[in-house]
């Protein structure tokens, strides 16, 4: 979300950034995901921006997630995305922006236009941005299979200057999706009376409903609190017509050093999740018939997680941070905690993140 | 939805027109790198996608991307 433009971003003409995030997780799973971005502005108002990122895929052991391969699997998925603005006077934009991915099972697309206007005399930004969805849905090994997946967001956010030191952002982020919103991978197991907690009888395709419309409203309030200190606190509330609520709330504080030139930061991201009103871990055949919705995704499962990161920003040279290189590593331990899944109760995961900005 | 956007643009009406100003010479705080969001974006990046994957929410953030490698 750009909703003020970065001092680095409204100095450099042209920028160019690479990129790589490691995912690593206690059950075998590996994601290598490589960057690149580069941002130029011409003729000081239409600026352009393409990026490009693969993720590298692999689990050595089962992944309750993707079942398509259960002895372990490779794959890749490979985006790429192209966005113009194009700025009239100094208070107003628009944009339009276009994002494909492909995958051996998914391919995507996504078409956004937005504009933003600056209001009171700069001290507010209002930030609005449609985003279309395009996507197929196919399964790994079956090529005649292909599911239209649609979707419409809209993201409408504020930002307003609360004082010389302060920031208050609020946003609303509402989606409606609609088509194939199921798993082709993921089946629910069915017990018998006799004994539901037992082995499963047989297993019935998951089901779930062909709309689904959420929405997300969120609080952030970014403040310094002395010369070196700066601290970001944020809430978010969500909720949707399949029944998952959650509650996230995440604090930062970030040290600066050295005029700026080295940004030292901790972050804390806590997630409470309620479940998806079909979520079953099992169904039991009491002869009544299977519910017509029904998931065992665990992401629609009541669940908790925490995160923790280290992040550290560098700016080489004694000049001015809006004319130097940028380098950004960070660390993100999470743990994951699933409530109603008996294969899985938690899983933790390391993140790490390396960013190096460019400015010419 | 229609409600909320409705409470949001109250809410931005009433900071915008009645909330105080602050000139253009009292903002190098404001300009400084900690206090842009997200402060670290390649982090954001990174979580969020993992974040969204894994658990049954998204969206507030007001990131768009293309596709999940979540099917």
């Known amino acids: ?360 | 939805v229609s409600r909320a956007i409705v409470v949001f643009l109250a809410l931005a009406a009433a900071c915008a027109s009645g909330c105080a100003r602050v000139s253009p010479w009292q903002r190098e705080t404001l300009a400084r790198p900690p206090l842009q969001e997200p402060p670290w974006p390649v982090l954001r990046r990174g979580e969020q996608h993992v974040f969204e994957i894994r658990e049954g929410s998204q969206g507030g953030y007001g990131a768009a991307g293309g596709g999940c490698g979540c099917n």
């Open chain 1, 1 to 360: 979300m750009v909703v003020v433009a970065t001092p680095a971003l409204a100095a450099a003409q042209t920028s160019a950034e690479a990129s790589l995030r490691v995912y690593q997780d206690d059950d075998a799973v590996r994601v290598w995901s490589p960057g690149a971005r580069v941002q130029t502005t011409l003729g000081e108002r239409l600026t352009i921006e393409l990026d490009t990122s693969i993720d590298a895929l692999s689990a050595a052991s089962v992944d309750v997630t993707s079942q398509a391969s259960p002895r372990g699997f490779e794959e890749t998925r490979v985006e790429g995305g192209a966005r113009a603005s194009l700025a009239f006077g100094a208070t107003r934009s628009v944009s339009v922006e276009v994002v494909g991915s492909t995958e051996n099972d998914y391919d995507a697309l996504r078409v956004g236009l937005g504009t933003r206007v600056e209001l009171a005399r700069r001290n507010a930004t209002l930030d609005a941005r449609w985003t279309g969805s395009f996507d197929v849905v196919g399964r790994a090994g079956d090529p005649s299979f292909a599911r239209d997946r649609r979707g419409q967001r809209l993201v409408l956010t504020f930002t307003h200057i609360v004082d010389p030191r302060m920031y208050l952002d609020v946003a609303v982020d509402g989606e409606l999706t609609w088509g194939y919103l199921a798993s082709p991978y993921r089946y629910v197991p069915v017990t018998g009376p006799a004994d539901p907690e037992g082995a499963p009888l047989y297993q019935l395709p998951e089901a779930v409903p062909g709309r689904r419309a959420a929405l997300a409203t969120l609080a952030r309030v970014r403040r310094a609190l002395g010369r070196r200190w700066f601290a970001h606190v944020e809430y978010r509330l969500y909720g949707d017509s399949w029944g998952v609520w959650s509650h996230t709330g995440t604090g930062a504080l970030a040290l600066a050093l050295a005029d700026d030139h080295v940004v030292l930061g901790l972050q804390g991201r806590v997630y409470w999740q309620g479940a998806a009103s079909f979520y079953e871990a099992h169904v039991v055949d009491d002869g009544g018939g299977a519910p017509a919705w029904r998931t065992r995704d665990r992401a629609f499962g009541g669940m908790r997680s925490v995160a923790a990161s280290l992040a550290a920003d560098w700016w080489p040279g004694d000049g001015a941070v809006t004319s130097a290189p940028r380098l950004t590593l960070a660390v993100t331990l999470v743990r994951f905690t699933w409530l109603d899944f008996p294969l899985q109760r938690g899983r933790d995961a390391v993140i790490t993140s390396a960013a190096l900005v460019v400015p010419f």
